[in-house]
């Protein structure tokens, strides 16, 4: 379900669109001396709302994919470091090394010394409305994850007595798994620049305050009373659209 933000963009979009329409129907008598608002700099405005909106849009999708992938591969994780922990218990291994181990496999599972395990808040939240600022939160979890779970191979590798028959426990193979997820992290690093960027495109279109399309709008509003008055049915259409500067 797309936020109320997002859904706000396109509030804004369509009510800039009914508001050129209204105009055009004003016919000749609609003749601004400022350039920006006349009919022909509104339209091509309005595309480019329009476009900035439409790569917001397509950037969206890429990140949510990108994002399942990567929950996908990291679902794995706290098993599989219990599992690497009983493996490691069941040789000869110094308990310090032991110790060393579980240090590093609560802060993979996101848990305390002597505390029950809690599981990680996964992307939930990064995947419902794509703010910066949750996805800025959820990247440093699974970057420490992945810097954790790369020193617990590192241990594991560095003693002897590990050497566990499943292969998915093997050091090559956790050695390759930890490629994959860091892999499916650096994906959705890749998909959140140009959603970034799109979303600056669409602000700066929309909400700048010299330029955007609330500006104008109010510009536009301020001639069309200027010309039918106050109480005229013509300002009364485009005085209930709403043009409002979102908060981010």
């Known amino acids: 379900m797309a936020s109320t933000i997002e859904t706000g963009h396109a509030r804004l979009i369509n009510n800039f669109d009914l ?13 601004p001396s400022k350039a920006s608002i006349k009919i022909t700099a509104l339209n091509t405005q309005l595309a480019g709302a329009r476009s900035a909106l439409t790569a917001v849009n397509s950037a969206i999708p890429n990140l949510k994919t990108a994002i399942a992938a990567r929950d996908a591969a990291f679902a794995i ?3 599989l470091s219990t599992r690497i922990i009983n493996a490691l218990k069941a040789t000869d291994a110094p308990d310090q090394l032991v110790e060393n181990a579980r240090t590093y496999i609560r802060k993979i599972q996101g848990s305390r010394a002597k505390a ?4 990680p808040a996964d992307s939930a939240t990064e995947t419902k409305d794509i703010e910066p600022k949750q996805i800025s939160t959820s990247q440093m979890s699974f970057d420490n994850r992945l810097d954790n779970f790369d020193k617990l191979i590192k241990l ?5 007595l590990y050497a566990p028959n499943e292969n998915d426990l093997k ?12 892999a499916k992290n650096a994906a959705v690093i890749a998909a959140l ?13 929309l909400y700048n305050p010299k330029t955007g399309l609330v ?4 510009e536009v509003k301020a001639y069309v009373k200027s010309l ?12 209930s659209l709403e043009f409002k500067t979102q908060k981010f």
Do not use: C, H, W
């Open 19 to 31: 508001f050129i329409a209204f105009l055009v129907a004003y016919g000749a008598v609609y003749n």
């Open 77 to 79: 994780l706290n098993k």
């Open 116 to 119: 029950k395990t809690v599981t």
């Open 156 to 160: 594991v590798a560095g003693i002897p």
């Open 171 to 182: 050091v090559v193979t956790l050695t390759a798994t930890l490629n994959d997820l860091k």
């Open 193 to 205: 620049v140009p959603l970034s960027n799109a979303r600056i495109a669409r602000n700066e279109a």
């Open 215 to 218: 500006a104008t709008a109010i």
């Open 228 to 239: 039918f008055g106050a109480t005229s049915p013509q300002y009364k259409q485009i005085s």
